[in-house]
């Protein structure tokens, strides 16, 4: 089975910088991509950003221009670099992959369990 494992959320203040990382474990045959979503309280679930197998990219216009994700195709790892956070970026972020567990399956929609970022003075 497939597990994603996030790391790097915490507490930071306003105009810091966080960096999220999850790990992709298990077996997969193929992962077409790799992403982050994010929930405030009170609000849905969002796609912050997304990254596919040959590196394109996608943002929610509101972290365009302060957050970059990666992707590292043979360790099976995503990154979120999250700089100049808001207030209005605390959310749970949760890592996204969508991923092929054997070779005749369809891609298939995996979760991590969620990490906090608590952007506050």
């Known amino acids: 089975q497939v597990q994603l494992v996030e790391s790097g959320g915490g507490l930071v203040q306003p105009g810091g910088s966080l960096r999220l990382s999850c790990a992709a474990s298990g077996i997969s045959y193929s992962i077409n991509a790799m992403g982050w979503y994010r929930q405030a309280p009170g609000k849905e679930r969002e796609l912050v950003a997304i990254?596919?197998?040959?590196?394109?990219?996608n943002y929610v216009d509101s972290v365009k221009g302060r957050f970059t994700i990666s992707r590292d195709n043979a360790k099976n790892t995503v990154d979120l670099q999250m700089n100049s956070l808001k207030p209005d970026d605390t959310a749970v972020y949760y890592c996204?992959?969508?991923?092929?567990?054997?070779?005749?399956?369809?891609?298939?929609?995996?979760w991590g369990q969620g990490t906090q970022v608590t952007v506050s003075s």
């Open positions: 990254i596919t197998s040959a590196h394109m990219t």
């Open positions: 996204y992959a969508n991923a092929k567990r054997f070779r005749y399956d369809g891609n298939t929609d995996y």
